[in-house]
C-alpha cells in the first residue's frame, strides 16, 4: 500500500540535543511538507520542498532543518536552537504535476517529540 | 496571507443529532477548501475537499460541506453523528493552482456523547 511513514512515532530527548525525524513515502509525489503541531494552535508549516534537492522555509522555521537527497525521502532536524521543540511533527506530501494533481495533502502519522 | 477560523474549538453533541462545524476564511480569487479528520496521536485524513464546480461537496463517512463565496465559508455538516465520529477537524484553504501554501484552522474537537 502506498503512504508515507514516519519513525520514531514517539521521541524523547534532552535538552540541547539535536533529533532527527524521518519521513518517507513511497506515492511518488514532487512535494513534501513538515509540519508542527500544538494544542489549540492547528497546524503551523516549517519546511516544504518541491523537487530534490530544494525546499523553503515555511512561517516557522527557526530551529530546524531539512535535507531532501532523494525523492522519496524528507527528514527534519530539531536543532538545539529549537526553543520550545516538545511538540506533534506530521509530514505530508502531494503530487504538484498534471493530472495527479488533485490538491490534498497526504499525513504521516505524525511523531510525537518530548524534550526533557 | 489567508487566514482560517474555525469559531469553535469544542462541540458536545449527542449521538445521532445533526452537527455543523463552522469554517470561515479571508476572502481571496481562487481559494480551494479542504476538511480534514485527526484521530488521537494520528494523522489527518481527508474528509472532502471543494476545488470547483457544485458548491456542495459529499465526503466520506456521510459528510457533506457548502461552500459559500459570498460569506467566505464552508461548514461542515453531518445529519446524523456517531460516537466514531468523535475526532478533531481541521479546516484548511489553499490559494492558487500550484496549492504551494496550506493554511489550517485551529481545529474544532468534536465529541459524540451516547
Known amino acids: 500500500d502506498g503512504g508515507i511513514t514516519q519513525s520514531p512515532k514517539y521521541l524523547f530527548r534532552k535538552e540541547g540535543q539535536n533529533v532527527t525525524l524521518s519521513c518517507e513515502q513511497n506515492?511518488?509525489?514532487?512535494?513534501m511538507y513538515w509540519y508542527r503541531q500544538d494544542p489549540g494552535q492547528g497546524l503551523r508549516l516549517i519546511y516544504y520542498?518541491?523537487?530534490?534537492?530544494?525546499?523553503q522555509k515555511g512561517d516557522i522555521a527557526e530551529g530546524y532543518s531539512v535535507s531532501r537527497e532523494k525523492k522519496e525521502s524528507f527528514p527534519l532536524t530539531v536543532t538545539s536552537a529549537q526553543k520550545n521543540p516538545t511538540a506533534f511533527y506530521l509530514c505530508?506530501?502531494?503530487?504538484?504535476?498534471?493530472?495527479?494533481?488533485?490538491?490534498?495533502?497526504?499525513f504521516g502519522e505524525g511523531s510525537r517529540l518530548t524534550v526533557l | 496571507a489567508q487566514s482560517v477560523t474555525q469559531l469553535d474549538s469544542q462541540v458536545p453533541v449527542f449521538e445521532e443529532a445533526p452537527v455543523e462545524l463552522r469554517c470561515n476564511y479571508s476572502?481571496?480569487?481562487?481559494?480551494?477548501l479542504f476538511w480534514y479528520v485527526q484521530y488521537p496521536n494520528q494523522g489527518l485524513q481527508l474528509l472532502l475537499k471543494y476545488l470547483s464546480g457544485s458548491t456542495l461537496v459529499k465526503g466520506i463517512n456521510g459528510f457533506e460541506a457548502e461552500f459559500n463565496k459570498s460569506q467566505t465559508s464552508f461548514h461542515l455538516r453531518k445529519p446524523s453523528v456517531h460516537i466514531s465520529d468523535t475526532a478533531e477537524y481541521f479546516c484548511?484553504?489553499?490559494?492558487?493552482?500550484?496549492?504551494?501554501?496550506?493554511?489550517f484552522g485551529s481545529g474544532t474537537k468534536l465529541n459524540v456523547k451516547p
Open positions: 506515492l511518488n509525489h514532487d512535494a
Open positions: 520542498s518541491q523537487i530534490v534537492n530544494d525546499f
Open positions: 505530508a506530501s502531494r503530487e504538484i504535476t498534471g493530472r495527479s494533481n488533485t490538491g490534498e495533502l497526504f
Open positions: 484548511a484553504v489553499t490559494v492558487g493552482y500550484n496549492f504551494n501554501k496550506f493554511y
Open positions: 476572502s481571496s480569487v481562487s481559494v480551494y
